[in-house]
């Protein structure tokens, strides 16, 4: 049977009008379905999903963005209440700088006050003192002098410059010992 | 003689199994014989397939849909738009995708117990398959260059001095009108044909071996049987392949007839580099659409 007739052989390249026809039918119904219908359907649900891949990455970004934005203004805020918080510190340090050097300046001076008050009640109290004694003194000299003399001496000036005499030599001699 | 033939011999397939005579509709022009009978139940299959997955196509593909995309989206990038372009090839992908998905679940029918027979293993098919591939690029030519223009093209090249046309109008009309559509049918035909003899041959050679061989000549069939094996595998291979090469001719015809991609294929450097990079950037973002989906 393994035979290539000349015949046949050469028969195979010679179509056949049938063949031809069911060829070009089957031909034609595979192009117009193709055409039609798969290939539409086909191309509309892989433009769908590139769409809406474009979309879902086009949402990303505009959520990235808008994050973006977000962390810009949060940044924002956060420097500048960090800005305000430092100024209020540092009013508050100058503040209370100024309290303390009004505190301290109102103490001193105070404290003058009551040094120059003290200064000069001592100073009165020492002058009283010793106008006290140097009466005093007077006084007991003129009467030790006039117990001394037996005459009493009525002319207070007379008196006065002798008790100062007095003192004077008291003085100096106390003086020339120390 | 014949029975002495059969009793002596394998039953090998012959060329004349190839010529069925049509039982159905017989002596009418729509007379059908054993092959067109399988090509009609393949055409039945394929567009069941198809229009099947079209119709359940969803955003979020299934396993059988992607298979499918990933049919149409490799025809689409690496002969469509490599060859056409992405503006004008868009057209074509719907002829390519016919073309190839048809021709190549044709030829697989001769690996199908029962059809053992490619659905093209007569001339008509590559014939009219390779008509409508020149219809298209004659189309095509006339479409964006005009007639005159289109015949001017393909039969007076540029840069050659006039007294050649005298030997290259001749050639190139015939090259346009018979050569390339007998070439598509002649290569596509004979390897299904070549493929059936090769498969047969291997198959009635075990079946001899085993039934009707000597003892001493039956461990023939086993090397035979795996030959029909390897060889199936190969046609398999084949099938594909043919399919691929008439799609990417058809691409490349209707490219030579189109004026603005045809320097393309010429080298124009700048110009396939970028065009590559165009569909390397539609293959990365179909990939990501695929990744995402």
Known sequence: MFVLAAGSGSSLFFPKVYDLIWSSVVLIVLLIVFAKFVMPKFNKVMDERAKKIKGQIDEATAMKKDAANLKEQYDELLGSAKAEAEKIRQDAKAQAEQIVARAESQAKAEAEKIRQDAKAALEAQKAKALSDLSEEVGNLAASMA????????????????MADSAIERIGSEGGSQS | ?????LASGPDFPSVSELLPSAPLFHG??????????????????????????????????????????????????????????????????????????????????????????????????????????????????????????????????????????????????????????????IRLFINMVAGYLLVGLCFAATQ???????????????ISLLGGFVMTCFEMMVDAIQAYIFSVLTAAYIMLSIPDNSEVGAGDPAKVSKLQAKIKSKKAQRNLSKVKG
């Not at chain 2, 003689?1 to 033939?5: G, R």
């Open chain 2, 28 to 185: 009418t022009v729509f007379a059908i014989n054993s092959i067109i009978l399988i090509r009609l139940v393949a055409t039945a299959l394929i567009l069941l397939i198809m229009c099947v997955a079209a119709a359940r196509a969803k955003v979020v593909p299934g396993r059988f849909q992607s298979a499918v995309e990933w049919v149409i989206d490799f025809l689409r990038s690496s002969i469509v738009y490599e060859f056409l372009g992405e503006e004008q090839g868009e057209r074509y992908t719907s002829l390519i995708v016919t073309l190839f998905v048809s021709i190549f679940l044709f030829n697989f029918c001769e690996n199908i117990p029962g059809a053992n027979v490619a659905a093209d293993t007569t001339i008509a098919m590559p014939l009219i398959l390779a008509i409508w591939s020149l219809i298209n690029y004659w189309a095509a030519g006339i479409r964006t260059k005009g007639l005159w223009k289109f015949l001017k093209d393909e039969l007076l090249p540029k840069g050659v001095p006039w007294p050649i046309y005298i030997l290259l109008v001749p050639i190139n009309l015939l090259e346009i009108i018979i050569i390339r559509p007998f070439s598509l049918t």
């Open chain 2, 208 to 222: 001899w071996f085993f039934v009707s061989a000597g003892w001493d000549l039956k461990w023939v069939g086993v």
């Open chain 2, 1 to 5: 003689m014949p029975e002495l033939l």
């Open chain 1, 146 to 161: 006039s117990k001394i003399l037996g005459t009493e001496l009525k002319d207070p000036s007379s008196r006065s410059s």
